[in-house]
């Protein structure tokens, strides 16, 4: 059933594989976590293309309102977003 022919050689060999193997399933992992963090960011750059710019002049007013930008930086984009109509 088990071979007991197997020496310290033997088993330091089947750990540095496995330890190769466990390597390349992290890669794997962090592959696929890249893969979807970057089709996460592409959604969320198409869905500012999407946007109207009435959605996005509603977006610069409540940055007005929380007093992130001044009065003229929101008129400013307001006016920019405008002429994009």
Known sequence: MFNQNI??????KYFAQLDK???LVNKSKD????KLE???IKTLES????????????EVKEL???NAITKEEFENKKS???SKV
């Open 7 to 12: 020496n310290n050689q033997d088993i330091k």
């Open 21 to 23: 193997f466990k390597l």
């Open 31 to 34: 592959y696929e976590k890249s």
């Open 38 to 40: 970057l089709e996460g």
């Open 47 to 58: 869905k500012e293309i999407e946007k109207s710019p009435t959605e996005k002049i509603k």
């Open 64 to 66: 007005l309102d929380i």
């Open 80 to 82: 920019e977003l405008l």
